[in-house]
């Protein structure tokens, strides 16, 4: 079994910034993508931005130029950069691991942004 968890998140005026991070624990042999998704309320969860193994990243449109991933392997450890934030990133962010060919996601944390 594989866990995830999340640390970082909070209240933010806009335009400042934040980190999220998620460290996985358990039986890890090895971690294909690590992401980032999120969801406000009344709204589907999204793809915000996912890393592979080999580092190739993609992001939403809507964060592009805003936010970056970065992934620590020796740590099994995700990380998401938000700079410029605005009050539509406002949502549960969640963070998520494909642990060979298994899913996992974190508990979720919240990202507040004010205007």
């Known amino acids: 079994q594989v866990q995830l968890v999340e640390s970082g998140g909070g209240l933010v005026q806009a335009g400042g910034s934040l980190r999220l991070s998620c460290a996985a624990s358990?039986?890890?042999?090895?971690?294909?993508?690590m992401g980032w998704y999120r969801q406000a309320p009344g709204k589907q969860r999204e793809l915000v931005a996912r890393?592979?193994?080999?580092?190739?990243?993609n992001y939403a449109d809507s964060v592009k130029g805003r936010f970056t991933i970065s992934r620590d392997s020796a740590k099994n450890t995700v990380y998401l950069q938000m700079n410029s934030l605005k009050p539509e990133d406002t949502a549960t962010y969640y963070c998520n691991m494909i642990v060979t060919q298994s899913n996992y996601w974190g508990q979720g944390t919240q990202v507040t942004v004010s205007s």
């Open positions: 890393i592979t193994a080999f580092g190739n990243t």
């Open positions: 358990g039986k890890i042999f090895s971690i294909n993508v």
